[in-house]
């Protein structure tokens, strides 16, 4: 087989409790070391992550623009490979991670402009990690997502997240590149972008990446919070909704403040929200089970808990973008005037 040349990029912030083993792995792949580059771009970290990374023949850029998207796009731009793979600081990659993907995207039809594969859990990560990883590969938890629930087929989809994506270059600078506007969510965006030009993205199921579920309650609700400002902000930027699912615990929040407020003079709204309620905990209730299998532990049924709490702050983010724009579009009408 002839290899074509590979840029590998890893856009990194504050990553040093995982930035070695991430290296280590790829200096590891199974693939001619002269066919690929180890890009390593970061975001001005403050802990040691710098020094780690000058431990490794890899390549380091900084970013001073400290987020992931202007991360990517300095990656890309420095990049020598007319392919580009990305991955994250806390992600460990498979030996034959890039070869299975090489070999994928140089098969597939013209129009794939990007293969990926799924984003596994580390069995060592705490407790709280493993049961977020294992409720987010459920329906309720990622809305089917393939990445998410890490299918066994091979088939096309709709994005594919970059802890685990190979692109063709040029189809990303067709594109756009990465907006570098968005601080999360930002591969979702270019995604969105690159479908809208008629190319498919491809998952491969044998393309493996381990991925770190740091988090406590707190970290992991505030991430999903900045994840519902995001799927708005993709929503106002492009018209239309980029997952079909994202409005819904907005919806629900809505309905459910609208149904206590009119009580006194309504209960039809109250007894709907009452018998949505009940279905909504079934729901979580057998996703539960679910992940209690999955994992062969008691702790699954903390799932119970999880799903709630990222159904409830995706919900409130997705709002208070919306909220937030109107108020400063309402400040700057006023100040013009």
Not at 47 to 76: C, F, H, Q, S
Not at 120 to 139: C, K, S
Not at 265 to 271: D, E, R
Request: glycine share 6%; hydrophobic share 40%.
């Amino acid at each position: 087989m002839e290899y074509p040349f590979i840029s590998v990029v890893v856009g990194i912030r504050n990553e040093e409790r995982y930035i070695e083993e991430c290296i280590e792995s790829l200096l590891c792949l199974d693939y001619p070391q002269d066919s690929y580059e180890i890009i390593i771009v970061d975001g001005m970290s403050t802990d040691k992550t710098r020094e780690l990374v000058k431990k490794y023949p890899v390549r380091l850029i900084l970013n001073e623009r400290k987020n992931v998207a202007a991360a990517r796009n300095l990656g890309v731009e420095n990049s020598r490979g007319n392919f580009v793979a990305f991955t994250d600081g806390d992600c460990k990659v498979d030996t034959l991670w890039l070869k299975t993907l090489v070999n994928e995207i140089k098969s597939a039809p013209k129009d794939v402009a990007c293969v990926g594969g799924p984003n596994l859990i580390f069995d060592n990560d705490p407790v709280f990690g493993r049961v977020v990883g294992h409720a987010q590969e459920t329906f309720l938890g990622s809305g089917g997502s393939a990445q998410s629930k890490n299918s066994t087929k091979k088939y096309y989809v709709s994005s594919i997240p970059n802890c685990n994506a190979l692109y063709k270059k040029n189809i990303i600078k067709e594109a756009g590149q990465f907006d570098e506007r968005f601080i999360v969510g930002q591969d979702g965006d270019l995604n969105y972008r690159i479908n809208k030009r008629g190319y498919k993205f491809l998952y491969v199921p044998e393309a493996k990446v381990l991925h770190h579920r740091r988090g406590t309650p707190r970290s992991f609700s505030v991430r999903m919070f900045k994840y519902g400002m995001w799927m708005a902000e993709l929503f106002k930027k492009h018209g239309e909704f980029v997952r079909w699912y994202a409005f819904l615990p907005s919806i629900s929040i809505l309905f459910a403040v609208f149904s206590l407020i009119v009580y006194p003079i309504y209960t039809a709204p109250v007894i709907a929200l009452l018998v949505m309620g009940i279905l909504y905990f079934i729901l979580v209730f057998v996703t539960s089970i679910q992940v209690t299998y999955k994992m062969k532990s008691k702790y699954g049924l903390f799932a119970l808990f999880v799903i709630p709490i990222q159904h409830i702050t995706y919900g409130l983010g997705f709002l208070y973008s919306f909220v937030n724009s109107l108020f400063v579009s309402k400040t700057r009408s006023l100040s013009d005037s």
